[in-house]
């Protein structure tokens, strides 16, 4: 089964795809679409019954599919929120594929996926907040509404994990929330329709007291109030919204308070942006994307609550009778303990939706070994530079309008053939 050890050539082939690597991200070649005619011929065979063996197929990896990759990677393309992954996330991405295929078990990988949550809740402001890691902000905001909807059905005597759901349920989210909101609605059997949009102003920011009317008219029909959704760093403008004050109505009508900081909760590194932070304690979940800002590759999402105990309640798997009695549960300091086999370790997979799952804290463990704290800060602040340094030449520019001043990274500006001023 596992191929590398037998034939031990892994330096060699993992060498190959490194030059191959390199040479693609020097950008000397055109896009993938202008050859897409050569290369799909190339590709678009039927199932081979006979395979070419590891070196021929590396070839063509190399040749073909990663000479043909995206342009999104590019240095000069600023116009995507994912971008591609620094080198530490490579490297470990690639270590934890053959060394840690799983995040559970007692590896050093898995010590890793908790030891990195914790300094991803540090660097970030949430010291007190433990976390899960997931695929994306899809998967990371639907952990969070999950652990939202346990909490709110708990609050009226219902299991709704065990049970089902059985009031209307509302989750209050602003114009400018990423459409992972009302996805997470639906698959958690909530309904897209039970999210609320709430209005913003002209900086696309949620206006409190809007809030404030839409919970009280809700809560004389009797529905049952899931989740405030706050941005912090929206995907259109990268706005944020007023997390203290929603924060505060939050806590005054007891209703789980939900941050999206996917892209903008790494913000917080810029001290200049501080007051715009102010409240995210106060938040019950908050999501964030190590693979937007902070350059992970692509799968890294976490989730951080300030109880893990409700994920647990809301995500739990039962039992499997396969193997029943070969593992620890989640006991670490068993005397039974004596080979990594031994314990899953912290049961993330009855945290979140997924059971088998590819090894992330190493990833995020990589870059900040790497550049540090210290590091990512100064990436940050030059990102959140560079997007002012644009809206000060867009403002100046004859052809270039302004849409709306950057908060953070982000620079909406449009293109006039004729110019404004
Ligand atoms: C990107 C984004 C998401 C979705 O995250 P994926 O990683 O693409 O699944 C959710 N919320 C916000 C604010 C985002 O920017």
């Not at 490297?91 to 300094?119: C, D, G, H, K």
């Not at 998967?139 to 219902?158: C, D």
């Not at 089902?164 to 349920?169: A, F, L």
């Not at 996917?262 to 964030?288: F, H, T």
Request: charged share 20%; net charge negative; hydrophobic share 40%.
């Amino acid at each position: 089964m596992y191929d590398h050890a037998e034939t031990g050539n892994l330096t060699q082939l993992l060498q190959n795809i490194g030059i191959g690597l390199d040479e693609y991200l020097k950008f000397e070649h055109e896009d993938a679409q202008t050859r897409v005619a050569q290369w799909q011929k190339q590709l678009d065979i039927p199932l081979p019954q006979k395979g070419i063996g590891i070196e021929a197929m590396t070839n063509e990896l190399v040749n073909h599919v990663i000479a043909n990759g995206s342009s999104q990677i590019n240095p000069g393309a600023s116009a995507y929120i994912t971008t591609g992954a620094v080198t530490a996330a490579t490297l470990a991405m690639t270590a934890s594929s053959v060394a840690s295929p799983q995040r559970y078990l007692l590896t050093a990988f898995n010590f890793l996926e908790e030891l990195s949550l914790e300094w991803l809740a540090e660097m970030l402001g949430i010291p007190n907040f433990k976390g899960v890691y997931s695929s994306g902000g899809s998967v990371a905001n639907l952990v969070a509404l999950g652990g939202a909807k346990q909490w709110a059905f708990e609050q009226i005597g219902h299991d709704a994990a065990a049970d089902g759901i059985n009031r209307q349920t509302c989750i209050y989210a602003s114009a400018e929330c990423h459409h992972t909101i009302q996805h997470s609605a639906g698959i958690l059997g909530l309904g897209r329709n039970s999210v609320q949009i709430i209005e913003c102003d002209a900086q696309g920011r949620m206006k409190p007291e809007m809030l404030e009317n839409a919970i009280l008219k809700n809560k004389e029909q009797g529905i049952l109030p899931i989740a405030i959704v706050a941005n912090l760093g929206t995907t259109n403008t990268g706005a944020i919204d007023p997390i203290m004050a929603l924060g505060k109505i939050a806590q005054k009508h007891k209703i789980w308070y939900h941050i999206d900081g996917a892209y903008g909760l790494p913000g917080i590194l810029d001290e200049r942006l501080n007051n715009l932070y102010k409240g995210i304690e106060l938040a019950d979940s908050i999501i964030v994307d190590p693979h937007k800002w902070l350059g992970a590759s692509v799968g890294v999402a976490a989730t951080f609550v300030k109880d893990r105990d409700i994920l647990l309640r809301a995500f739990t798997q039962e039992p499997a009778d396969y193997l029943e009695g070969s593992v620890e549960q989640d006991d670490q300091a068993s005397p039974k303990i004596e080979h990594s086999m031994d314990s899953f370790g912290i049961p993330y997979f009855d945290y979140g939706v997924e059971l088998s799952s590819p090894c992330r804290g190493v990833v995020v463990w990589a870059m900040l070994k790497e550049i540090g704290v210290d590091g990512m800060r100064a990436r940050i602040k030059r990102h959140n530079d560079m997007a002012s340094y644009i809206a000060n030449f867009a403002k100046n520019h004859p052809n270039l309008e302004l849409l709306q001043e950057p908060t953070l990274s982000i620079c909406c500006f449009r293109y006039s053939l004729t110019p404004l001023i």
